[in-house]
C-alpha cells in the first residue's frame, strides 16, 4: 500500500513538472504543503468530483492562490474534470489551468484567490453562509446544511491586515466549522520572516477566540488528528499551524525564497524525484496512485446519502425544499419586479425630498418581506448608511437566523465575506459604509467584479455633500475610480424613484453593484412615463424629450441632476432660449449595455455641445464631453464645512452651470 | 490649585460647546479622552507651543480623528496659533479647525487623520524615522534626536487592518519610543462593541511583541504613571489601556453611541456643565485655566535647552549639523540635477532594452550615494520590484542605520509608515510593490496626496505584462485609477532612459509621485535633443517633430510608445504616406501643469485624429482622444498566459493600432 507521503508526492511531482513546463510559477508552496493536502482531501473533505456544485460539499479556499498548482493537482488526482492535459497546460492562455486560481473556470475552484489574505477573509463569510443558510432551513433530522469551510493559507495572508479584520469577527461569531491550516514555512518572497514577522500567532489566533493547534505539517496523520480536533471544537474556529519546509524534497531549494515563485529548473527537479524517490517520468502517476486518490467513488456515495435525505426532507417539508432549491440557484421571487415598480410608481407619486441614503433604506424595506435572502451589514455605520431593514435582527452566535451583520470598523473584512457569503450560495450579501471608505475595501470590490459575484454594496455620503467631516470623508474619485473597474456597475441615483429602480437592478443582475447615495436630501424630480421607464436603462433624457435636435445636452448623476435641471429651465427661459436637454445618467455601465440605437437617441451623436455634472472629479466624463464639452466636477479635494456651502464654494451652482453650456455652445458655434 | 479633573473639564467644555455651536461633530471621544489628554499634554509632551516645527518635539498623532476638538482644544489651551475664535468657527469653511485635524492647516497638527488605524500605523513609520535619525545623527552626549511618538487610538482603529499590519511591524521592529494609549470606552458608532469587537486586545499586542499596560482613562496620575512605566522600557513599544467613557460627563449620554456624532443638544450640555461642575458660559475659560495649561514657557525653555545642545553640536560637529538642517528642511542636495542629466546621457547613449523595473534600480543606484536620506522598502517583493539599492542595509531593531525597511506583505501598513515617515521629517521614503496592491494601500496614497507628501511609490509588473500570474495580478484600472487623485503624479515611463527622469521629477518634487514600472524589458527609444528636454514636461512629440501639421497623433505611455512609434513608421511608408506623430506622455499631471502653449504644441488643438495606446483601462483617455479619437487599451480583465501572447490577445499590436489611426482619420475626412 502507497504511504501518505507517496500520495503526496504525487502533488509534488505533478506541480513542479508543470510550473517547470510552464517556465513560470511557484513550485515551493505545493512541495511544502501537498502532506497537508493529502491529509484534508483524500479522507475528511466531503466532496464529490463529478458535482463541485453540490450544495452540502465542504468548502476550500486556497488562500495562499500562488499554490495553484497544488489545488489543481488535487482536483486531477481526486477526479474532477481537470485533466492532465490540463495540467500541462499550467498557466497558458485559454487553459483551464491559470496562474492562480479562478472561479468559473476550473471546476472545483471555489474562489478567485491571489491577493493574498482575501481567500482567508472570504471563507469566515462562507462559514457565516453556511451556519445562516443551516439555521434556516436545517430540521431536526434533517441537517441538509451541514458541512466545513477550510482554508489553507500562508504567511502572507496573516501579515495582511484583512486577516486581522475577519479573523478577529470570526471569534467573536464563534464560526466552529471554519478550520485554517497555516503553512506555517518561515519563509516568504524577501526570506526568513522573522525580521518582519515575528508575531506569536499562535497567541494572537487565541487572542480572537480561536482554538489553536501546532502539529507537523508533514505528518498526515498528524494533520488528520489536528482537523479531527478542530472538527471536535463546535464553538471556536481553529487555526492549525502547521509547521512545514517550503520546497520540501528539493535539496538546495528548500527553505528558501528560492523555492518560492520560479521554476525550480531541470537539475534541482531531477534533485527531487531523487530526494522522493520519484522515478516517474514527468506527469506520469502510476495507476495505483490514481486509485489511492479517487475520491469519485466516496464522493459519489457522499452525495447519495445527502440526495436520499434531501428527498425525506422534502416529503415532510415541501415548501422549505422549493424555497432551499431556489435559494441555492440564485433564482429570485416571480412578484420582486412587480413590487419594485409598484414602489416606483409610490415614489412618484409621492414625490418627497429624500436622501438617497433614506430612499434606499425604504426601497430594502419594501424589497426584504419579499427575499429572505438578503443579508445585510454595515462596517459600523448602520444608522448612518441605512442598511439595517425593518424586523431584521443581527447575525450572531447565539442568532444563526438574523440576517444583518455589523461588521464592524472592517471595510476590507467585510468586502471579502461579502465575496464568501456570495460564494457560498443562498444569499444575496450587501454591505454598506461611507463611499470613501471603499478605498479600504478596493481590491474586495475587484475581485468580486471579477468573480462575477452579486454582491451590493452601498456606498454612502457620495461627494461633498458630506460636509463639515471633510476632505479625508468626502470622495472625489472614487466614483470615477469605481467606474473603471471592468463589470462593477455604479449607480448613483438622483431621487426616491431612481434609487428604487437601482436597488431592483441590483437584486435582478448578476453582477456585483456599487449603489452611491447621499447624504443629504434631493429633490424627486418629475418624469414621464418614458423617462420613467428609461431609468432602468442606465440613463435616459429626463428634460427636453421632445427636442429630438437639442442644442446642448447636460448629463447629470445623483445629487447634481436637480442642478442640471434648474439650469436647463432657466436657459430656456433668457432671451436666447437656449433649447437644453437633461440627461440624467444614473448607471453608465448599464446605459452602455443599450442597444446603439438607444444610446443615440439619448446623447445624438451630432450634438457636441455637452456638459456632464457631477460632484466627483472631472476626468473620466470626457468619455461623454469629449474635447468640446465641458464637466462642472471636482479638480481636487474638498475641504470641511457645511454643505450648502460647499456646493457653490466648488462650482456647483445653476449659475456656474450655464455658464458652462454657454460656453460650449459658444466655443462650438465659432468653429 | 485646579485639580486634573478640572483642568480636564476645559477641554471637555470647549469641546461640547464647539460642537454645538457648529451643530456639527463629535463631542463624545473628546469628552473621554479629555483625562487621558491632560495628562500627556501638560506634563509629559515635550513641544513649544511657539514652535510646532522644532524638529526634536514630541510626535503626537489623534489617530481616532473625529476627536478633533480634543486637539484643538489642548493646542488652544497650551498656547499655540489657535485662537478661541478658531475654535468658535470649528468645522466652518476655511477655518484652522476643520472637522477632522488636517497637516498644512492648523500649527500644532502632526498628520490629518480621520481614516480610521491610518493615524496609528503612520505614527509607526515617526517612530521608525525617529530612531533612524537619531542613529545616523546623534553623538555621545550630543543625542540632538531624542524624542517619542504618541498616539490616542480608539476602538475603530484597532479593528482596521491597517492597525495590525503596522503593530505587528512595530514589535519586530522593537519600536520603544512609541507608546499608544488606547481610549478604550467599548462604545463604536453602531453601539456596544462587544458583539462585534471582544477579542483580547491586551494578549493581541502581546503577541505582537509589544509591553501592554492597563489604566483608568479618568485618572490623570494614572495615565501619567503609566506612560512613565511605558518610557521606561526601551524595548517594546507601549499598548496603554485607558478605560474610559465616551461622553463622559453628559449624564444620559455616557456610555452610548449617541455621544459620540452629533451635537450633545443644549440641554445635554446643560447636563454636562452641572455634572462636572463647570460653572462658565460656553467659549469661557477663567484665566486661572489658562495659566495652568500654558505651555509656552516651559517648551520655549525645553526648545532653548535643545538649541544649546545643538549650538554644542554644531561646534564639535560642523559638517553633520549642516547636513542635520538640510535633511530636516528637506533641501536638496545641489548636485542631483547634474547626477540626473549624466545619468539620462548614459542610459541614452547606452540604449539598453531594459523593464524599467530594472531601469529604475539602477536610477536608485546612481541617486542613492548622493541622497543620504533616502528609506527604501518594499511589500515583500524586494527582487522583483527593484528597491534594494546597492550597499544599502536593513533597517532593524540592531541596525538603525539601515536605510531599507523589509515591511512583509503589508501594502496599506507600509502606505501609512511612509506617510509617517514624510511626516517626521529627515528622510525621502519609498515603498515598493506590485501595481495591482496598491488597491489595497490606496487610501494611504490619497492621504499622502492630500497632505502633499513627498512619498514615492515604486509599483511595478504595471500591465498585462505581468503575463501567467493572471488576471488577479494584472492592473486594469489602477493606472487611470491613480491619475484620479488630485495632487498625486503618476509617472509610466516607456525606458531607461524616461525613468530616470521620473525618478529625478519624484525626488526633487514636492507631492507623492507613483512609478509605474514594467516586468518585462521594454526597446529605449530615440530621441533628438529636443525630446529629451521633454521628458521632464511630462509628455513631448517622440517622433515626427518636424511636422507641425500631422495627420494624426498617437500618445502612449510605458510599454507601448514603442508599439505606437513602430505603427507610425509603418502607416509613413504605406501608399498614403499618413504623417503621424508619436506624443510619449509618460506623466499626464506634469504635462498639464506646463503652459498653453507647450501643450498646444505637443498636442495640436486642431488634430483631432487622435488615438491613445495604453494597456490599462481605456476610459480615462477620451481626456485626450475626445469623441473622435480612439483608444487601444483594455476593455475587461486580463488573463492567465505568457505577455507575448496576452498584448497581440488584447489588442495591443502594430497592426491595431495602425487599423485603429486609420479608422479615426477616415471617420473624420468622411465629416
Chains 1, 2 share one sequence.
Not at 508543470?18 to 497537508?36: F, I, N, Q, R, T
Not at 499550467?90 to 483551464?96: A, E
Not at 452525495?303 to 415532510?316: D, G, P, S, T, V
Not at 469629449?626 to 451652482?653: C, I, K, N, R
Request: glycine share 10%; aromatic share 8%.
Amino acid at each position: 500500500m502507497l504511504s501518505r507521503r507517496e500520495l503526496a508526492n504525487a502533488i509534488r511531482a505533478l506541480s513542479m513538472d508543470a510550473v517547470e513546463k510552464a517556465k513560470s510559477g511557484h513550485p515551493g508552496a505545493p512541495l511544502g504543503m501537498a502532506d497537508m493536502a493529502e491529509a484534508l482531501w483524500r479522507g475528511i473533505l466531503k466532496h464529490n468530483p463529478a458535482d463541485p456544485h453540490w450544495p452540502d460539499r465542504d468548502r476550500f479556499v486556497l488562500s495562499n492562490g500562488h499554490a495553484s498548482m497544488l489545488l489543481y493537482s488535487v482536483l486531477h488526482l481526486t477526479g474532477y474534470a481537470v485533466s492532465m492535459d490540463d495540467l500541462k497546460n499550467f498557466r497558458q492562455l485559454g487553459s483551464k489551468t491559470p496562474g492562480h486560481p479562478e472561479y468559473l473556470h476550473t471546476p472545483g475552484v471555489e474562489i478567485t484567490t491571489g491577493p493574498l489574505g482575501q481567500g482567508l477573509a472570504a471563507a469566515v463569510g462562507m462559514a457565516v453562509a453556511e451556519s445562516a443558510l443551516a439555521a434556516e432551513f436545517n430540521r431536526p433530522g434533517l441537517e441538509i446544511v451541514d458541512h466545513y469551510t477550510y482554508v489553507f493559507a500562508g504567511d502572507g495572508c496573516l501579515m495582511e491586515g484583512v486577516s486581522h479584520e475577519a479573523c478577529s469577527l470570526a471569534g467573536t461569531l464563534r464560526l466552529g466549522k471554519l478550520i485554517v491550516l497555516y503553512d506555517a514555512n518561515g519563509i516568504s518572497i524577501d526570506g526568513r520572516i522573522g525580521r518582519w514577522f515575528n508575531e506569536d500567532v499562535a497567541a494572537r489566533f487565541e487572542a480572537y477566540g480561536w482554538q489553536v493547534l501546532r502539529v507537523d505539517g508533514h505528518d498526515g496523520a498528524l494533520v488528520e488528528a489536528a482537523v479531527m480536533a478542530a472538527k471536535a471544537d463546535e464553538e471556536r474556529p481553529s487555526l492549525i499551524i502547521c509547521r512545514t519546509h517550503i520546497g520540501f524534497g528539493a535539496p538546495n531549494k528548500v527553505d528558501t525564497a528560492a523555492a518560492h515563485g520560479a521554476p525550480l529548473g531541470a537539475n534541482e527537479v531531477e534533485n527531487v524525484r531523487e530526494t522522493l524517490g520519484w522515478p516517474y517520468a514527468p506527469f506520469e502517476i502510476p495507476p495505483e496512485y490514481y486509485a489511492a486518490w479517487d475520491c469519485r467513488e466516496k464522493g459519489a456515495a457522499a452525495q447519495k446519502a445527502w440526495n436520499e435525505l434531501f428527498l425525506r426532507y422534502q416529503e415532510a417539508h415541501p415548501d422549505l425544499a422549493r424555497e432551499f432549491c431556489r435559494r441555492i440557484s440564485g433564482g429570485l421571487p416571480g412578484e420582486l419586479d412587480e413590487i419594485a415598480s409598484r414602489m416606483a410608481v409610490k415614489a412618484s407619486v409621492a414625490r418627497e425630498n429624500l436622501a438617497t441614503r433614506q430612499a434606499g433604506l425604504n426601497a430594502l424595506n419594501g424589497f426584504s418581506p419579499y427575499l429572505p435572502e438578503l443579508f445585510g451589514g454595515a462596517a459600523d455605520l448602520s444608522g448612518s448608511v441605512g442598511t439595517r431593514f425593518v424586523n431584521v435582527t443581527d447575525y450572531g452566535p447565539e442568532n444563526h437566523m438574523g440576517r444583518y451583520l455589523r461588521y464592524g470598523v472592517r471595510e476590507f473584512g467585510m468586502g471579502a465575506m461579502l465575496n464568501g457569503m456570495a460564494l457560498h450560495g443562498g444569499f444575496i450579501p450587501y454591505g454598506g459604509t461611507f463611499l470613501i471608505f471603499s478605498d479600504y475595501a478596493l481590491n474586495a470590490i475587484r475581485l468580486a467584479a471579477l468573480m462575477q459575484l452579486k454582491v451590493i454594496w452601498v456606498l454612502t455620503h457620495d461627494s461633498i455633500g458630506v460636509g463639515e467631516d471633510g476632505p479625508t470623508h468626502q470622495p472625489v474619485e472614487q466614483i470615477p475610480g469605481l467606474r473603471l473597474i471592468p463589470g462593477l456597475k455604479v449607480w448613483r441615483p438622483c431621487d426616491s424613484v431612481e434609487t428604487v429602480v437601482a436597488w431592483h437592478s441590483a437584486l435582478t443582475g448578476n453582477s456585483p453593484v456599487v449603489l452611491a447615495l447621499s447624504r443629504q436630501s434631493l429633490p424627486c424630480q418629475l418624469r414621464t412615463a418614458e423617462a420613467n421607464a428609461g431609468i432602468a436603462r442606465g440613463a435616459y433624457i429626463l428634460r427636453g424629450n421632445n427636442d429630438p435636435e437639442p442644442q446642448a445636452v447636460i448629463i447629470a448623476t445623483g445629487s447634481e441632476v436637480d442642478l442640471a435641471v434648474r439650469a436647463a429651465a432657466e436657459l430656456a427661459e433668457e432671451p436666447d432660449c437656449l433649447r437644453v436637454r437633461v440627461v440624467s445618467m444614473p448607471c453608465a455601465e448599464v446605459f452602455e449595455a443599450q442597444d446603439e440605437q438607444y444610446r443615440n437617441q439619448v446623447l445624438p451623436p451630432n450634438v457636441r455641445a455637452r456638459v456632464a455634472v457631477e460632484a466627483a472629479g472631472a476626468d473620466w466624463w470626457a468619455k461623454y464631453v469629449g474635447l468640446d464639452g465641458e464637466t462642472v466636477g471636482m479638480h481636487g479635494f474638498g475641504a470641511s464645512g457645511p454643505a450648502a456651502q460647499l456646493f457653490p464654494y466648488f462650482g456647483f451652482s445653476v449659475e456656474a452651470v450655464k455658464a458652462a453650456v454657454r460656453r460650449v455652445v459658444h466655443r462650438l458655434a465659432d468653429k
